[in-house]
């Protein structure tokens, strides 16, 4: 048995050898074990349609008997594209209430006024009604104001919320003397007591209010608000005016860079007048004729004062329709905007002098968040005052990327990160898988980028993605070129999957 093993042995190593024997020489050697490629996990997007998210929100509404506001749970489809606050503001309006509460207007349909009936800039949010808002009660406005509030400013950059109907602040009584002052979110009161508060007369005389102040952006590409407390001596209009005009003069508390205003009230020429015509009230305003000089000085367009002044007015002074303006001898009835993103060189007419918030929408703006290269090889994060309904879009604030650092950011003496040559209509598509957004680009960029150093891919990477990831609901980026993932732009980085953002590289 042992011999015969031995046997089997010796045959099997012959048969080793034989079979090995017949290998060629040129046979190349077994290929070294790699990483498999990266799983698809995403589509590259051809548009920019699909942005969309969901996410459980709250819409606070009347209980059954009005004396509080509660909160229900719902879901809401967001998109990144879009303000959040503007789709809660139409789910709250059109919500039917239910088994506990009642819808936020009562038995009177609220809807919104127009395509530009919600405006978000500063942590503020201004909602204008539409007129059927006018058949509901002081009261019930105040509900209405206050149910927005809690309910928009659950989203964490909003704190401030105004209400108006048709462009007008309705203010909180008949004779349209009381403001009703910017909302805040208050779910620890019930109405009743909140109401008490707010309606109820001043026995000083002096009383402190929320407001909205809008103050010039750089370079007169429009107007930026915020949102502050302010004490008013006196409950008359035009004495809150002119502490409004103090306020605009004072400066602005957050926001940064912005061209100083001249001493409004010392340019006042004769006291602020309250003109009242058929049941139309606006706000007169006479300057003295070295208004014209102290705003060159300032660096400030006639168009942008007459922008802040009337957006201030008329967000806080209950029943101003808006405002008339006179410089020494002239009456202002035009402006022509320049430096403007829209509207640049196009005459504004103001129909008899009057000054209309509608009159000045395209000069509302938000600062949106960019990042670029500073001179110590890191990124830099700056702040961008651009058109409000573009601080929200992945295209546009590519478009501000593209057009390099601005006199007018937060922050200055910093360099592009992306190829001059690169253009908007690069980006084929954009869209969101979850809490990803997807960027897909035309073959030009890695063309574009193909000289530059590993450095110079990185920051432009990460300044991408930590740009788009500041857009509501985005938490990472992938990037695309003609709907594929290469391996690599520019030979430094890996580029399948997704990228988190990268605050490590921000000085």
């Known amino acids: 048995m042992k011999n015969r093993r031995l046997v089997c042995l010796l045959c099997l190593m012959c048969l080793c050898v034989a079979i090995t024997g017949c290998v060629p020489n040129d046979?190349?050697?077994?290929?070294?074990?790699?990483?498999?490629?990266?799983?698809?996990?995403?589509?590259?997007?051809?548009?920019?349609?699909?942005?969309?998210?969901?996410?459980?929100?709250?819409?606070?509404?009347?209980?059954?008997?009005?004396?509080?506001?509660?909160a229900v749970p719902q879901t809401a489809s967001l998109s990144a594209a879009r303000p959040a606050a503007q789709t809660l503001c139409e789910m709250l309006l059109r919500f039917p209430g239910g088994e506990t509460t009642a819808p936020v207007g009562g038995e009177v349909a609220l809807t919104l006024s127009g395509t530009d009936a919600v405006e978000v800039s500063g942590q503020v949010v201004t909602v204008s009604l539409a007129a059927s808002a006018l058949r509901l009660s002081h009261e019930q406005l105040f509900?209405?104001?206050?149910?927005?509030?809690?309910?928009?400013?659950?989203?964490?950059?909003?704190?401030?919320?105004?209400?108006?109907?048709?462009?007008?602040?309705?203010?909180?009584?008949?004779?349209?003397?009381?403001?009703?002052?910017?909302?805040?979110?208050?779910?620890?009161?019930?109405?009743?007591?909140?109401?008490a508060r707010a309606s109820a007369p001043s026995a000083s005389g002096r009383r402190a209010f929320a407001a909205t102040l809008y103050y010039p952006a750089p370079s007169g590409k429009g107007v930026l608000c915020e949102g502050r407390t302010l004490s008013f001596s006196a409950q008359d209009l035009p004495a809150m005016a002119g502490t409004l005009l103090d306020a605009l003069s004072a400066g602005a508390e957050r926001?940064?860079?912005?061209?100083?205003?001249?001493?409004?009230?010392?340019?006042?020429?004769?006291?602020?007048?309250?003109?009242?015509?058929?049941?139309?009230?606006?706000?007169?305003?006479?300057?003295?004729?070295?208004?014209?000089?102290?705003?060159?000085?300032?660096g400030i367009t006639r168009s942008v004062m007459m922008a802040a002044l009337t957006d201030?007015?008329?967000t806080f002074l209950p029943g101003i329709e808006g405002i008339a303006v006179t410089i020494g001898d002239e009456k202002i009835t035009s402006v022509t905007p320049s430096g403007t993103y829209l509207g640049s060189g196009e005459t504004i007419t103001f129909t008899d002098g009057l000054m209309r918030r509608r009159d000045f929408v395209p000069f509302l703006l938000a600062e949106c968040t960019l990042f670029f290269a500073n001179q110590q090889g890191s990124l830099t994060e700056v702040s961008r005052p651009v058109p409000f309904y573009e601080a929200f879009s992945a295209r546009s604030l590519l478009q501000q990327m593209i057009l390099g650092p601005q006199p007018f950011d937060s922050q200055t003496g910093l360099t592009p990160v992306l190829p001059g040559e690169l253009r908007s209509a690069d980006l084929l598509g954009?869209?969101?898988?979850?809490?990803?957004?997807?960027?897909?680009?035309?073959?030009?960029?890695?063309?574009?980028?193909?000289?530059?150093?590993?450095?110079?891919?990185?920051?432009?990477?990460?300044?991408?993605?930590?740009?788009?990831?500041?857009?509501?609901?985005?938490?990472?980026?992938?990037?695309f070129i003609q709907g594929d993932q290469p391996d690599t732009l520019a030979g430094?980085?890996?580029?399948?999957?997704?990228?988190?953002?990268?605050?490590d590289l921000i000085q």
């Open 492 to 503: 430094a980085l890996y580029l399948p999957g997704d990228f988190l953002p990268n605050y």
């Open 255 to 298: 926001l940064p860079n912005l061209p100083r205003c001249p001493d409004l009230r010392a340019m006042l020429q004769s006291e602020i007048v309250l003109a009242e015509n058929g049941g139309s009230r606006r706000l007169v305003l006479h300057f003295r004729e070295e208004m014209n000089a102290a705003l060159i000085q300032a």
């Open 143 to 195: 509900t209405v104001g206050q149910a927005l509030a809690n309910t928009l400013c659950q989203m964490g950059d909003v704190q401030y919320v105004n209400v108006l109907i048709a462009g007008t602040q309705p203010g909180l009584n008949v004779a349209a003397t009381l403001p009703a002052g910017s909302f805040q979110p208050n779910t620890r009161e019930d109405l009743s007591a909140l109401w």
């Open 312 to 314: 201030t007015m008329t």
């Open 430 to 479: 954009v869209g969101l898988a979850g809490n990803t957004l997807l960027l897909n680009f035309s073959a030009r960029l890695p063309d574009l980028c193909a000289d530059f150093s590993a450095g110079e891919e990185r920051l432009m990477v990460y300044a991408l993605v930590n740009t788009m990831c500041h857009l509501p609901g985005v938490k990472k980026a992938a990037l």
């Open 27 to 70: 046979v190349a050697p077994a290929a070294s074990i790699t990483l498999p490629p990266a799983a698809r996990i995403y589509e590259a997007p051809e548009n920019d349609s699909q942005q969309g998210y969901e996410q459980t929100v709250l819409l606070y509404l009347p209980s059954l008997d009005g004396t509080r506001l509660i």
